[in-house]
């Protein structure tokens, strides 16, 4: 048996595993911050959203809103914003908007919270979104 030929495979081997332990010593962590929306909280935004796009009057109330105006639904459509508040979820704060673009319309939302957004297209001309969003208090 050839010792020079073992000996250098078993440097080898060894060679390969340092390097190995450094890529994984030296790779970046996944992170652990967990950023799916809760369960609950999908449903109850589904709910929500699907509820105000169906029915006839809050649609109008959208429908019938100027083409330049957005903003929060207090202010805009207050039968949204109450049915929002009456069907929000335990434990988390939100807002509702109404906007002209993809992009929010409120300059109001926390930052050091994670956000959880959902929104519709309600068909006018132009178009508006009907975005909430919710934070845990």
């Known amino acids: 048996m050839n ?35 809760p369960e609950s909280l999908k449903e109850a935004q589904s709910f929500i959203l699907d509820r105000i796009s169906t029915n006839e009057a809050q649609r109008t109330c959208i429908q019938n809103l100027a083409p330049t105006a957005a903003g929060e639904c207090a202010a805009l459509c207050p039968s949204i914003d109450t049915f929002v508040q009456q069907n929000q979820p335990k434990g988390y704060d939100y807002r509702c908007e109404i906007c002209n673009s993809a992009s929010t319309c409120s300059s109001a939302l926390p930052l050091d919270k994670s956000l959880y957004t959902d929104s519709r297209l309600i068909a006018t001309t132009p178009a508006k979104v009907l975005r909430l969003v919710f934070w845990a208090q």
């Open 3 to 37: 010792k020079k030929g073992f000996v250098r495979t078993l440097e080898a081997v060894i060679a390969v595993i340092i390097v190995l332990g450094i890529i994984l010593v030296v790779a970046p962590k996944p992170s652990s911050q967990q950023s799916e929306t």
